[in-house]
């Protein structure tokens, strides 16, 4: 089991101040220091680049099943984490890659889940859909549409139960915005004014299916206004637009007020699962998107602008992160299949003596 | 040098039509950029570069069809860091292994080769947790304990309360169980105990409450939560099932879920089909999940408290018609029965009647009508239906050598069919007649009073199927 062996993603909190709630559509800029904004840089090429391997692994056959990744999307996971407290919960649905990345769940046990070997952080038993972490604080990882909103608010639950301070981060797409489900938590939510953060992340497809095709508002910050929980929208792309309203959120949600909705809007770059031609969308779309929104290519921008990183040192980034990618890679292609033995196992938990 | 390699676009594909390249020798590729187009018979995609470098060589030209999967298709002069070429075939998965037909290979094919131990263990042999390896037994009674008369209703409430007092973590949560003291009175008095932190009306809202005791309970608490009935419990069969009962495999082994998901279950009386209904066959199917379905009093405390201090989660059916019917409990101080293990209530050697909940009393009347007739009948009660104490009815078959079910749910696929089957397995020498079950009949419960007389299991019904197996009809 390799478990908290590498350092790879490590979690590392920022001590800027919370930037001023501003509403939707605020601009950032670069109140974030250099160091933070070069980690956020560097967790977003992560997941980036453990994506784009997670690709060619699948293409090689070494990943079965079903295979969402998180391209385009980067911003928005690591956005939060930097805003959350340790031992704030993170839970999302089956594009769980990235936000186990940020979360600092190991890149080789989490591509060795992908690949199905005992080194996994599911022992090779739960998939891509299908990891946790206790030590991170991330709780899935559900291939159930929507399923996190009801468990993330059960996360939520506990935290008031137990009055120890802590936010659970609920995160789904827009397609799981039309689930029965999100409207039951987000009313328990609020008549009980637990702390959680809903973060919707739009990337306007639910699967093949447009999110006007789908839905009757398709502004879903507003999701919350029968439930009275605060909404706002947020820019996605924008790693520093993510954290500032994760603050607010965040800060709303431990304040005892209740619940908070994020709508970051955002785009998948990738189908919406490996097997996904997305002939639902033209290339131009895609491509107009990664040239004027890229959130990996907005930070390297601000680096530069501030004289922060130069073209080098964020080369030695990328030369960084693609080490801990070919070296997860690489365990999770040497990692064996687990034991015939394993079949049985933690199908119930004994009981203590 | 990096060879790309001819990608599989999904869990099935073997070969494909290299339709266009994108990139030519000599271009620039960074990882992102779309290279080239593949086709297969079921659609067409685009394939991006994951490795950095410059293109050396483009190996398949464009428009060659059948292109294997992991055949090299082009080669980049790279910076490194490039994934090492596909494992051979007896190395690789093996859903990922050539030769297999498109749509034959895929991972979750059910004649995909199970792991060899799988195939020589035998069916039904679980794992070490429901296996218990010491033989489980009802507390022993100190001499001459007092038994108290107590109803099946407040034999539960105390069981809650007491677990409640031990634990800290534990809490309800349900629909009326609070202000209103129990839509049934089984959470009578706990509020004023407990206070609303620890004891929650919830709006109605199954699926949404269901999922956040879930929740709740991944995150260390141990919930009981209460369904009004459990026929409004399949509004949040997906969190019993899909969150509840299967997280702790798909974690392996890191999320456990101490859960108890209780309320009435079977029919009550004139209520009709949507809120008549018997899930013990329903939940008795989802490994990862314990089901109980108790008869009497003491069981019904026991049982309960040993459930809320199960790490798993436990699905707990009442039944209504019970709530009010009193029984003896043993007055000691930490009553619990254990899980798993099923109770003879009444010895025989004519023909095992084999029942849990509402049924064990109906099967002890028929005993009785079946005893002016000769007929020594031996009452199993299941208590627990899984795992299932399957060794307690098997024992008593060897004795008696028929077999009677009883069941209120359906026939097919029921709980009266699994143990059928089981003893057909386990003691077929031992049956002189074929094992006969009786459960409601094969229709969604009627309203009218006759036909719901005649859907359901009744003494008369149980003393036939006795008579019939022992050929005495």
Same mark, same amino acid.
């Given at each position: 089991?390799?478990?908290?062996?590498?350092?790879?993603?490590?979690?590392?909190?920022?001590?800027?101040?919370?930037?001023?709630?501003?509403?939707?559509?605020?601009?950032?800029?670069?109140?974030?220091?250099?160091?933070?904004?070069?980690?956020?840089?560097?967790?977003?090429?992560?997941?980036?680049?453990?994506?784009?391997?997670?690709?060619?692994?699948?293409?090689?056959?070494?990943?079965?099943?079903?295979?969402?990744?998180?391209?385009?999307?980067?911003?928005?996971?690591?956005?939060?984490?930097?805003?959350?407290?340790?031992?704030?919960?993170?839970?999302?649905?089956?594009?769980?890659?990235?936000?186990?990345?940020?979360?600092?769940?190991?890149?080789?046990?989490?591509?060795?889940?992908?690949?199905?070997?005992?080194?996994?952080?599911?022992?090779?038993?739960?998939?891509?859909?299908?990891?946790?972490?206790?030590?991170?604080?991330?709780?899935?990882?559900?291939?159930?549409?929507?399923?996190?909103?009801?468990?993330?608010?059960?996360?939520?639950?506990?935290?008031?139960?137990?009055?120890?301070?802590?936010?659970?981060?609920?995160?789904?797409?827009?397609?799981?915005?039309?689930?029965?489900?999100?409207?039951?938590?987000?009313?328990?939510?609020?008549?009980?004014?637990?702390?959680?953060?809903?973060?919707?992340?739009?990337?306007?497809?639910?699967?093949?299916?447009?999110?006007?095709?789908?839905?009757?508002?398709?502004?879903?910050?507003?999701?919350?206004?029968?439930?009275?929980?605060?909404?706002?929208?947020?820019?996605?792309?924008?790693?520093?637009?993510?954290?500032?309203?994760?603050?607010?959120?965040?800060?709303?949600?431990?304040?005892?007020?209740?619940?908070?909705?994020?709508?970051?809007?955002?785009?998948?770059?990738?189908?919406?699962?490996?097997?996904?031609?997305?002939?639902?969308?033209?290339?131009?779309?895609?491509?107009?998107?990664?040239?004027?929104?890229?959130?990996?290519?907005?930070?390297?921008?601000?680096?530069?602008?501030?004289?922060?990183?130069?073209?080098?040192?964020?080369?030695?980034?990328?030369?960084?992160?693609?080490?801990?990618?070919?070296?997860?890679?690489?365990?999770?292609?040497?990692?064996?299949?687990?034991?015939?033995?394993?079949?049985?196992?933690?199908?119930?938990?004994?009981?203590?003596? | $040098?990096?060879?790309?390699?001819?990608?599989?676009?999904?869990?099935?594909?073997?070969?494909?039509?290299?339709?266009?390249?994108?990139?030519?020798?000599?271009?620039?590729?960074?990882?992102?950029?779309?290279?080239?187009?593949?086709?297969?018979?079921?659609?067409?995609?685009?394939?991006?570069?994951?490795?950095?470098?410059?293109?050396?060589?483009?190996?398949?030209?464009?428009?060659?069809?059948?292109?294997?999967?992991?055949?090299?298709?082009?080669?980049?002069?790279?910076?490194?860091?490039?994934?090492?070429?596909?494992?051979? /075939?007896?190395?690789?998965?093996?859903?990922?292994?050539?030769?297999?037909?498109?749509?034959?290979?895929?991972?979750?094919?059910?004649?995909?080769?199970?792991?060899?131990?799988?195939?020589?263990?035998?069916?039904?042999?679980?794992?070490?947790?429901?296996?218990?390896?010491?033989?489980?037994?009802?507390?022993?009674?100190?001499?001459?304990?007092?038994?108290?008369?107590?109803?099946?209703?407040?034999?539960?409430?105390?069981?809650?309360?007491?677990?409640?007092?031990?634990?800290?973590?534990?809490?309800?949560?349900?629909?009326?169980?609070?202000?209103?003291?129990?839509?049934?009175?089984?959470?009578?008095?706990?509020?004023?105990?407990?206070?609303?932190?620890?004891?929650?009306?919830?709006?109605?809202?199954?699926?949404?409450?269901?999922?956040?005791?879930?929740?709740?309970?991944?995150?260390?608490?141990?919930?009981?939560?209460?369904?009004?009935?459990?026929?409004?419990?399949?509004?949040?069969?997906?969190?019993?099932?899909?969150?509840? /009962?299967?997280?702790?495999?798909?974690?392996?082994?890191?999320?456990?879920?101490?859960?108890?998901?209780?309320?009435?279950?079977?029919?009550?009386?004139?209520?009709?089909?949507?809120?008549?209904?018997?899930?013990?066959?329903?939940?008795?199917?989802?490994?990862?999940?314990?089901?109980?379905?108790?008869?009497?009093?003491?069981?019904?405390?026991?049982?309960?408290?040993?459930?809320?201090?199960?790490?798993?989660?436990?699905?707990?059916?009442?039944?209504?018609?019970?709530?009010?019917?009193?029984?003896?409990?043993?007055?000691?101080?930490?009553?619990?029965?254990?899980?798993?293990?099923?109770?003879?209530?009444?010895?025989?050697?004519?023909?095992?009647?084999?029942?849990?909940?509402?049924?064990?009393?109906?099967?002890?009347?028929?005993?009785?009508?079946?005893?002016?007739?000769?007929?020594?009948?031996?009452?199993?009660?299941?208590?627990?239906?899984?795992?299932?104490?399957?060794?307690?009815?098997?024992?008593?078959?060897?004795?008696?050598?028929?077999?009677?079910?009883?069941?209120?749910?359906?026939?097919? $696929?029921?709980?009266?069919?699994?143990?059928?089957?089981?003893?057909?397995?386990?003691?077929?020498?031992?049956?002189?007649?074929?094992?006969?079950?009786?459960?409601?009949?094969?229709?969604?419960?009627?309203?009218?009073?006759?036909?719901?007389?005649?859907?359901?299991?009744?003494?008369?019904?149980?003393?036939?199927?006795?008579?019939?197996?022992?050929?005495?009809?």
């Amino acid at each position: 089991m390799a478990r908290g062996q590498t350092a790879s993603a490590g979690r590392r909190k920022t001590t800027s101040a919370p930037r001023r709630a501003g509403g939707k559509g605020h601009n950032s800029s670069p109140d974030t220091g250099r160091d933070e904004l070069l980690e956020y840089y560097r967790q977003m090429l992560l997941v980036r680049r453990f994506e784009e391997r997670a690709g060619q692994l699948y293409g090689m056959g070494l990943i079965g099943g079903f295979c969402h990744l998180y391209i385009g999307q980067e911003a928005i996971a690591v956005g939060c984490e930097a805003a959350k407290n340790p031992g704030d919960q993170f839970i999302t649905g089956y594009r769980d890659h990235g936000h186990m990345l940020v979360a600092g769940m190991d890149p080789r046990e989490v591509m060795a889940e992908l690949t199905g070997r005992i080194g996994g952080s599911s022992k090779g038993k739960g998939g891509s859909m299908h990891m946790f972490s206790t030590e991170a604080a991330f709780y899935g990882g559900h291939g159930i549409v929507g399923a996190q909103v009801a468990l993330g608010t059960g996360l939520a639950l506990a935290n008031s139960y137990r009055e120890d301070g802590k936010v659970s981060f609920a995160f789904f797409g827009d397609g799981a915005a039309n689930q029965g489900q999100v409207y039951e938590s987000f009313n328990m939510a609020a008549v009980w004014k637990l702390p959680v953060v809903y973060v919707i992340e739009n990337n306007q497809y639910a699967m093949g299916t447009a999110i006007d095709r789908s839905t009757s508002e398709v502004e879903l910050y507003k999701r919350g206004i029968s439930f009275n929980i605060p909404g706002e929208q947020v820019d996605g792309m924008d790693v520093l637009a993510v954290k500032a309203a994760a603050q607010r959120a965040c800060e709303h949600a431990r304040g005892g007020n209740g619940p908070y909705i994020l709508e970051m809007k955002t785009y998948r770059y990738r189908g919406h699962s490996m097997s996904d031609p997305a002939k639902y969308r033209t290339r131009e779309e895609v491509d107009e998107v990664r040239k004027t929104r890229d959130p990996i290519e907005h930070v390297e921008h601000l680096l530069e602008t501030n004289g922060w990183a130069d073209a080098d040192a964020l080369k030695a980034i990328d030369a960084e992160v693609k080490k801990i990618v070919a070296d997860a890679a690489e365990f999770a292609r040497t990692s064996p299949e687990p034991d015939p033995s394993e079949l049985y196992t933690d199908v119930y938990t004994e009981l203590r003596a | $040098m990096t060879d790309i390699l001819m990608p599989a676009l999904s869990p099935t594909m073997e070969e494909g039509t290299l339709a266009k390249w994108f990139v030519k020798a000599g271009d620039t590729v960074k990882s992102g950029d779309v290279i080239a187009e593949i086709e297969t018979d079921k659609a067409t995609m685009e394939v991006e570069a994951v490795d950095e470098g410059v293109v050396a060589e483009i190996l398949v030209p464009e428009g060659t069809e059948e292109v294997k999967v992991n055949t090299p298709i082009a080669r980049l002069n790279g910076e490194g860091g490039a994934a090492k070429p596909a494992p051979k /075939a007896e190395e690789a998965p093996a859903e990922a292994s050539p030769g297999k037909g498109e749509g034959k290979a895929s991972a979750g094919d059910p004649e995909k080769k199970p792991p060899e131990e799988a195939e020589t263990r035998p069916e039904g042999e679980g794992p070490a947790a429901v296996t218990p390896k010491e033989p489980l037994k009802d507390p022993e009674l100190p001499e001459g304990v007092n038994l108290v008369k107590t109803t099946v209703r407040d034999a539960l409430r105390d069981a809650m309360a007491e677990e409640m007092r031990r634990d800290g973590d534990v809490f309800l949560m349900g629909e009326e169980v609070a202000q209103y003291q129990g839509a049934y009175k089984v959470s009578r008095g706990l509020l004023d105990e407990f206070g609303p932190k620890r004891v929650i009306d919830t709006p109605i809202t199954e699926h949404g409450f269901a999922g956040l005791g879930v929740g709740a309970a991944m995150a260390g608490l141990k919930p009981i939560v209460e369904f009004m009935t459990f026929n409004f419990a399949m509004q949040a069969i997906d969190h019993i099932i899909n969150s509840a /009962a299967k997280t702790l495999y798909m974690s392996g082994g890191q999320i456990k879920t101490s859960i108890v998901f209780r309320g009435p279950n079977g029919a009550a009386a004139r209520v009709a089909a949507q809120h008549s209904q018997d899930y013990a066959a329903w939940y008795g199917h989802v490994p990862g999940l314990k089901v109980i379905a108790p008869y009497d009093a003491a069981d019904a405390k026991g049982l309960l408290k040993a459930a809320i201090r199960d790490p798993n989660p436990v699905v707990f059916l009442e039944h209504e018609m019970l709530y009010g019917q009193e029984f003896d409990v043993p007055e000691v101080e930490d009553w619990v029965v254990p899980i798993g293990k099923a109770k003879v209530r009444r010895e025989g050697n004519g023909v095992t009647l084999v029942a849990y909940s509402r049924m064990v009393g109906f099967c002890l009347a028929a005993a009785e009508e079946l005893a002016k007739d000769g007929i020594e009948a031996e009452v199993v009660d299941l208590r627990t239906i899984r795992p299932m104490d399957i060794e307690t009815v098997v024992e008593s078959v060897k004795k008696t050598n028929r077999l009677v079910t009883v069941e209120e749910g359906w026939g097919p $696929m029921g709980v009266g069919a699994e143990i059928a089957a089981k003893v057909t397995e386990l003691a077929f020498d031992y049956l002189d007649a074929p094992p006969a079950r009786v459960h409601q009949e094969d229709v969604p419960l009627p309203y009218a009073a006759n036909l719901e007389a005649l859907s359901m299991p009744s003494i008369e019904r149980i003393v036939k199927a006795a008579k019939a197996v022992s050929y005495k009809d």
